[in-house]
T-cell receptor
């Protein structure tokens, strides 16, 4: 069965500093990988997704993620964060045989002034 | 595009009651999925509807049921509410397979069971 582990429940980072949010997944078949962001009292918004091809995926708001098949990881990065990036970030996986999305528990990104 | 809209935004119910949550999918989208997000947790897949038929289900008991209508809007029904059903319920719509499209989420319905 597929699963997603987000290694940090909270990540504090100073404004304009770089950040990495870690995600590992497990699945016995090929998968699609996603990062979603959830702002307070909002639904989920897709940041980026990996389907196939280049392992470095660029998304919205300056975020990017790298797919590492050997380490079954899909870490999210941003070179310089802003106060507006304060939100909950969810890593997710979907096996390519169905469209059920399995989410991790989320990482809360705290931007410190 | 009108986006995915859910109603109501907030709801308080008593244990044992029944509840119906509604979702209007984005224009042109024929697939709707429902998720339950408990406080401090990631969303959990409840089920998916494609062209009015259930097309996959997560680990939720039968008292969680759904419908999809010819206009692709959807309902989530929960019978015999339990305190643990308190959560944010999210609806997502797509126009096809995830490999070709993006799932758009509504803002959710916050259900509190007392």
């Amino acid at each position: 069965a597929q699963s997603v582990t987000q290694l940090d429940s909270q990540v504090p980072v100073f404004e304009e500093a770089p950040v990495e949010l870690r995600c590992n997944y497990s699945s016995s078949v090929s998968v699609y990988l996603f990062w979603y962001v959830q702002y307070p009292n909002q639904g989920l918004q897709l940041l980026l997704k990996y389907l196939s091809g280049s392992t470095l995926v660029k998304g919205i708001n300056g975020f990017e993620a790298e797919f590492n098949k050997s380490q079954t990881s899909f870490h999210l990065r941003k070179p310089s964060v802003h106060i507006s990036d304060t939100a909950e970030y969810f890593c997710a996986v979907s096996e390519n045989r169905d469209d059920k999305i399995i989410f991790g528990k989320g990482t809360r990104l705290h931007i410190l002034p | 595009e009108t986006g995915v809209t859910q109603s109501p935004t907030h709801l308080i119910k008593t244990r044992g009651q029944q509840v119906t949550l509604r979702c209007s999918s984005q224009s042109g989208h024929n697939t709707v999925s429902w998720y339950q997000q408990a406080l401090g947790q990631g969303p959990q897949f409840i089920f998916q509807y494609y062209r009015e038929e259930e097309n996959g289900r997560g680990n939720f008991p039968p008292r969680f049921s759904g419908l999809q209508f010819p206009n692709y809007s959807s309902e989530l029904n929960v019978n015999a509410l339990e305190l643990d059903d308190s959560a944010l319920y999210l609806c997502a719509s797509t126009s096809g397979r995830l490999m070709n499209t993006e799932a758009f989420f509504g803002q959710g319905t916050r259900l509190t069971v007392v």
